[in-house]
């Protein structure tokens, strides 16, 4: 059976057209009643709006820009604004194509356990005078860039004949191309040494389509790859092969 609503404890005040406040309303919300609600709108309907429900939310909603102003006259070297949630999350988001920016002198992350940084392209860090990375271990894992000790490329290529500038420029600076499946190993491979010396024996040819049916991953081809040349004819026609098959 629904709540009935008391309708006689509610009291609205009102201070004009653009502002008013408005107590004990009894129209149930998504946080329960309101306990009191300020409200405010401009010539162009812009709204402002705060207040606090039976269940102890204090809301502030407003359709602009809200700024937080603090320590003008303050002499002191404390803070000027605190934010603390006592026993949960703090969670401050950018809709849409907002960024979130954190400008200050000095800028310190602290955690008593972990920090976890994520993004779904590129984290970049960029210092003037040094970067440090200091721990009791630390580790750098990936396929290409010059932090891996032992990228794809350069293990696939340890004991061939292919010359280690070679494998220097086209591996350990990063190759895009050479990511992923046995077909982009072959793709990145054509593209970065056909104009130079050395080739792939056309058991290479094998071990690809094998790789390419079985989507075996990079890491355990590393083991039973690549050796020997024949010629940059052949280099090429092997990798056709290789991506053409598929």
Not at 223 to 246: G, K, P
Request: hydrophobic share 35%.
């Amino acid at each position: 059976m629904p709540r009935k609503q008391n309708w006689e404890r509610r009291d609205i005040s009102s201070f004009g057209p653009k502002f008013r406040i408005d107590t004990n309303n009894p129209q149930m919300g998504g946080n329960g009643t309101n306990v009191y609600a300020l409200y405010a709108t401009t010539d162009n309907k812009d709204i402002n709006f705060s207040g606090l429900t039976e269940c102890g939310t204090y809301r502030i909603w407003n359709d602009r820009t809200i700024e937080f102003i603090a320590g003008n006259k303050d002499s002191s070297d404390g803070v000027d604004i605190v934010i603390a949630g006592m026993s949960g999350d703090v969670t401050i988001t950018a809709m849409r194509n907002g960024a979130v920016k954190i400008k200050g002198k000095n800028i310190v992350i602290e955690a008593d356990e972990d920090i976890d940084l994520k993004a779904g392209r590129n984290i970049n860090i960029n210092g003037k005078s040094r970067v440090l990375l200091k721990g009791n271990k630390c580790e750098a894992d990936g396929l290409l860039g010059n932090l891996v000790p032992d990228s794809f490329g350069a293990l696939a290529f340890a004991k061939s004949y292919v010359g280690g500038d070679i494998i220097s420029n086209n591996f350990v600076a990063g190759l895009p191309n050479v990511i992923g499946t046995a077909q982009d190993i072959a793709i990145g491979a054509k593209e970065s040494l056909s104009g130079g010396p050395g080739s792939l024996i056309s058991g290479a040819t094998k071990l690809a389509k094998d790789a390419l049916k079985t989507n075996t991953p990079i890491d355990q081809m590393v083991d039973s790859t690549l050796h020997v040349l024949q010629s940059s004819q052949d280099f090429r026609e092997s990798l056709n092969s290789v991506i053409t098959e598929r």
